[in-house]
């Protein structure tokens, strides 16, 4: 009983830190993707999955409004009160190109379970591709049973990325961690 109010707790704050970086804009920005160009990349990205992801790509839209970039890849974590995600993919850019990303990083938090996942994540403010490289801290909650969708929100300099996850594993918590984005990969996630 005491674990799940935790859980409820956690996820609450989660949701509440995230609101918090609500950029929502209305108008459209030259080097900027719309939801459409965003959900048609998933659909090729995703494959059968593409329903639940328009859905979770016009909500983050809605809150944060149109990215300048987004990274389609796949990754990897595990986490028992300690957790590590490893994952790879290719940053896109409307006018400042692409580029090949690696990511890892801790958690730590009420956390345990394993997940293997494609992921989209949709990259706001960026003011270069460099800045990519550097650490982006947040809340995350997690829930697989076999399968699921989720999305979360980091921040470092301005800069907010929200991957978006279509899992396979099982998982549940909510942990607090960071992702460090590197342009080679490697093992050390600090």
Known sequence: MRATLRLAILTLALLAFGANFALAQSDRRPGTFSADELVQAGHSFFGTVSRGLAQVVEKAVSRWGQPNGYI??????GAFVVGLR???????????????????????????????????????????????????????????????????????????????????????????GYLKFTPKATWNPF
């Open 72 to 77: 389609l890849g796949q990754e990897g974590s």
């Open 86 to 176: 490893y994952g790879d993919g290719k940053l896109y850019t409307k006018n400042a190109g692409d580029r090949r990303v690696f990511w890892e990083g801790p958690s730590i938090g009420f956390d345990t379970g394993g997940e293997g996942a494609r992921t989209m994540m949709l990259v706001y403010n960026l003011p270069a591709t460099e800045a990519i490289y550097q650490r982006f801290g947040g809340l995350d909650g997690s829930a697989y049973f076999i399968g699921g969708f989720g999305m979360t929100a980091l921040t470092a300099n301005n800069i907010v990325v929200v991957p978006i996850r279509s899992g396979v594993g099982l998982r549940l918590g909510a942990n607090i």
